[in-house]
């Protein structure tokens, strides 16, 4: 692609975007920094999803109200979102004609829209598959319909860089159309269509989510890809492809999105499918980790993602776009899991060293197991439900179960349990991507634009790996995201 000079702000003066998905970790840091850095922005609309007895409106005035991503514009406008003059709510749904909208809207929208960006997304790696297709795949169509119903607005939808699925070694920025991971032919509108069959077949005859989650990963592996979350986001590009013409369409693909490094303040995060469960889990005494210490950790901080989307929009706007974008580090500065490892070990470490319980008995440095060690959380499953089963027929016996009881063993073998499964499902879920395959994603479309505007300067060669882990993200973590995990998997309902 040829390098150009990209100014951010004649691209989006004028313009009118509506936003999908508006109330995620991603799309709230990127709505700030466009409302505060690009004056001359003629409208942003985002569109919510009405829920639980809430109008649209009073869901993102609530988000807009109390969340700390948007103090920056508190400063400007003040906590009322009735303030931002720029900023409208419409109340719509990506998963029906029209994405939901009232006629009125749609007919301004109709004339006015230049951009849609698409944050919509179900993010559960293990999850129905009739849930996340109908989320990540079935509803670009939806969306793309609505694109070409407009005048000329386009589409920059976000994806991720795990679409590129069972695969080692370079991601290149282009889409799988016709071929999946694994080299097998297929079309995503029949997979699509079969998917959803066998889930209707499957809760017409009273399945549960547990067997839809088992039938989608199935499918998913099936075709190549480790998970649903892959392979119905791979779907949903693929579509897209298809039914968008490329001056119309942008995909864009960040790798796992992290906290920020500097916007809208250093540590900011709130995202809890990244690395926390994985921090967490090395910050405790188990210290053991199915993956290999060479692989590549491709984190991003969000507020490149941020920077990285509004040159993707950007360039979108004065069709010097390319198809794919994918906003990542492992081509240009590489962190491997090893090294991450240690940033966590050497952080917690500083905080044990107080602690009587360390002095007595120092924490392990991590060690990395295959899927098969004695220890990893797959043995460790199999030996609890062992033990739970015996443990379930000594209870048979009345006298048995009221000594247990007295003896507090049964709250023993439960927190066992509960800390066995955790563990399990941080290892099921990370083990793709940091033991199976090894992904080094190309990022080579964001650096070739030249941006006029040093706000907007997309520069992840520049990040201080140690640094930014024990000055930036692991504290931002401990302050954002860890005591509500921690409240999550010990069993509480309401985190702190």
């Not at 390319?322 to 966590?344: D, I, K, M, R």
Request: net charge positive; with cysteine; glycine share 4%.
């Amino acid at each position: 692609m040829t390098i150009s000079n990209l100014s951010i702000h004649n691209s989006f003066e004028g313009k009118t975007i509506l936003i999908i998905g508006g109330s995620g970790f991603i799309s709230k840091v990127w709505i700030s920094m466009l409302l505060e850095y690009i004056p001359k922005i003629k409208k942003v609309y985002v569109l919510i999803r009405p829920d639980k007895g809430k109008n649209a409106f009073t869901r993102f005035d609530e988000i807009y109200s109390n969340s700390p991503v948007f103090k920056n514009l508190h400063l400007i406008y003040g906590n009322s979102l009735s303030k931002v003059k720029k900023l409208e709510i419409v109340s719509g749904n990506i998963c029906s004609e029209s994405l939901g909208l009232n006629k009125q809207i749609e007919e301004k929208l109709y004339e006015e829209l230049d951009l849609v960006v698409n944050f919509a997304a179900d993010l559960r790696f293990i999850a129905p598959l009739d849930q996340m297709l109908k989320t990540n795949s079935e509803s670009t169509l939806k969306i793309a319909d609505f694109i070409l119903s407009t005048k000329h607005a386009k589409l920059l939808h976000i994806s991720t860089c795990y679409v590129a699925g069972m695969a080692d070694g370079i991601v290149s920025e282009q889409i799988l159309k016709d071929v999946s991971p694994n080299g097998t032919k297929f079309s995503a509108e029949d997979e699509l269509k079969g998917g959803l069959q066998e889930s209707f077949g499957a809760r017409s005859r009273n399945a549960n989510d547990r067997e839809l989650i088992q039938i989608g990963a199935l499918r998913a592996e099936r075709l190549g890809w480790p998970n649903t979350y892959t392979y119905s986001k791979a779907l949903g590009e693929s579509l897209l492809a298809k039914k968008l013409p490329n001056n119309r369409l942008c995909i864009f693909r960040p790798s796992i999105v992290e906290s920020a490094e500097k916007y809208p303040f250093p540590g900011w995060n709130e995202d809890f499918n990244g690395t926390a469960p994985f921090i967490q889990m090395l910050s405790s005494r188990y210290r053991l980790l199915v993956a290999k210490p060479n692989h590549n950790l491709d984190i991003i901080p969000v507020d490149y993602v941020a920077k990285g989307l509004t040159i993707a929009a950007s360039a979108l706007l004065i069709n010097k776009h390319a198809q794919v974008y994918q906003s990542s580090t492992s081509s240009v500065n590489p962190l491997s899991v090893e090294h991450a490892s240690e940033f966590v070990f050497n952080f917690f470490k500083k905080d044990a060293q107080k602690s009587l319980s360390h002095m007595l008995l120092p924490n392990p440095r991590p060690k990395f197991i295959t899927p098969k060690h004695i220890l990893s959380g797959a043995s460790i499953t199999k030996y609890e439900k062992s033990v739970s089963f015996v443990f379930d027929l000594i209870k048979l016996d009345k006298n048995s179960a009221r000594l247990i009881s007295k003896m507090g063993i049964e709250k023993v073998i439960t927190t066992i349990k509960r800390k066995a499964r955790t563990i399990d499902t941080i290892t099921k879920v990370y083990k793709p991507f940091i033991y199976d395959y090894n992904y080094t994603f190309k990022s080579d479309n964001l650096l070739n634009h030249k941006i006029v505007e040093e706000e907007f300067s997309y520069t992840p060669t520049d990040i201080k790996w140690d640094k930014y882990w024990n000055e930036i993200h692991i504290p931002g973590l401990k302050q954002w995201c860890l005591p509500q995990l921690k409240a999550l998997t010990s069993g509480k309902k309401n985190a702190p």
